[in-house]
């Protein structure tokens, strides 16, 4: 089977990710969902929050169990370790080959219906989309085994809260929800499986703009916004960034920072934004119209509650809400590599910034820093002392062809 595919892309903090919606694929176009099993109003379980991103473990066809990545930005559940082919004892599949707006074909396979479960929650005529080749690396930029995402399908039928204070979720048939109190609702629209809401943007000129945003759960930034460059350009303060990374390359734009994001009656100041280069959005062309998205670098400072049945959002602000926003200072992009994930190697240094500075380049590999081995910290700790204080000192053993060698890297505060 041959289809064409239009494409999304989605940054989870630093790694632009390539998904697919198929479309006029009958086996994506019937109902899908997810429902609390016996007579259950609610469950609740843990999950774990690696480089903002929400990872469930969950079983499919009764393997497992394996580590998916909820995102509200995605469509339909999609598989990116090829290796899931032979572990889920599929019975039948269909390849598909997909072309991108780019022109580029790259094959899948699309399963039948698959019993997924996680705990007292199972599937109901969930299917999946299972790539040949994994392009994305997420096991690599997370530190740990990630073998795909799930998306639309486990939000439609049901209530989802988030805590991440104490990484816990709640799950409820919607009728059951219990709601913040002293929350703010905020409407949502659901349109193409994914949710959307309006809200205002305050720009360091002092404009204030209404803005239809993208809830995206599975977007590692704070904020993006699509349209500004054209309508206005970018704010004086700026650097240029890659964004991430996607199937044909990276994916260049912009970082800097808005006055002002309105959440209800909650404000958030000085909110890190990331702004696409205006040639990749010409690329994008997204089915529904937009002006950005909020992801998790906002939605963590609340309580979340999702409830696509009722068409709402609720907020409640957590620790952390008035936490400053802070952007990599070292200009380094970083990923685990090896069988255990326990290298950090160097993946680009971005042109004048502090790594560049000192002198790390592409494929070091970064062994220590402050005399503590990297293997033995998480990706979560190494993120927060690289965006640590501005002008802090860090001695890194780094090594390069078959060479240790130490470097004291002064973090420099980009924007």
């Known amino acids: 089977m041959q289809i064409n595919v239009i494409t999304r892309n989605i940054c989870h903090h630093g790694i632009k990710l390539l998904f697919i919606l198929i479309l006029a694929c009958p086996l994506f176009a019937r109902s899908q969902s997810f429902e609390l099993e016996g007579n259950k109003k609610r469950v609740s379980f843990p999950f774990r929050t690696v480089r903002n ?36 004892n599929l019975q039948s599949k269909r390849t598909i080959k997909m072309y991108g707006l780019n022109g580029d074909s790259y094959e899948a396979f699309i399963t039948p219906n698959l019993k997924v479960e996680l705990p007292h929650i199972s599937s109901n005529g969930v299917a999946a989309a299972i790539l040949k080749e994994d392009r994305f690396s997420l096991s690599n930029y997370a530190g740990m085994p990630i073998h795909g995402l799930l998306g639309y399908e486990f939000f439609s039928n049901l209530a989802v809260r988030f805590n991440f204070y104490d990484s816990t979720m709640t799950v409820s048939k919607p009728q059951y929800v219990r709601l913040l109190r002293k929350g703010n609702k905020i409407p949502l629209t659901i349109e193409d499986k994914k949710p959307y809401m309006e809200t205002y943007v305050k720009m360091p000129d002092g404009t204030i ?11 590692g930034h704070p904020l993006s916004l699509e349209n500004m460059l054209k309508e206005q350009g970018l704010p004086e303060n700026f650097i240029a960034a890659n964004l991430g990374v996607g199937l044909t390359g990276p994916v260049q734009g912009y970082i800097s920072r808005v006055t002002e994001l ?15 280069d205006m040639e990749y959005l010409k690329q994008e062309m997204p089915l529904i119209p937009r002006d950005g998205s909020i992801g998790f670098g906002v939605l963590k400072r609340f309580t979340v509650i999702i409830d696509y049945a009722n068409n709402a959002m609720y907020l409640k602000k957590a620790d952390g809400f008035s936490d400053p926003f802070e952007h990599d200072m070292t200009g380094m992009e ?73 470097v004291i890297l002064t973090l420099k505060k980009r924007i």
């Open 53 to 88: 991103m929400v990872i469930v473990s969950l079983k499919i066809n009764d393997r497992g169990p394996f580590n998916f990545i909820l995102d509200t930005g995605v469509g339909l559940m999609l598989i990116t370790a090829p290796t899931m082919v032979d572990s889920i």
């Open 209 to 219: 703009k209404k803005r239809k945003l993208l809830v995206d759960l599975g977007a």
């Open 262 to 276: 309105d959440l209800g009656s909650y404000k958030l100041k000085d909110v890190v934004t990331s702004f696409p």
């Open 334 to 406: 970083y990923y685990f590599d090896g069988q255990d994930y326990g290298h950090l190697i160097v993946g680009r240094v971005e042109p004048g910034s502090a790594a560049d500075n000192v002198g790390i380049q592409k494929d070091d590999e970064i062994i220590g820093i402050n005399f503590r081995d990297v293997g033995k910290m998480s990706i979560e700790q190494i993120d927060g002392i690289f965006r640590s204080r501005d002008g802090r000192n860090l001695l890194l053993d780094v090594y390069r062809n078959k060479e240790y060698r130490k």
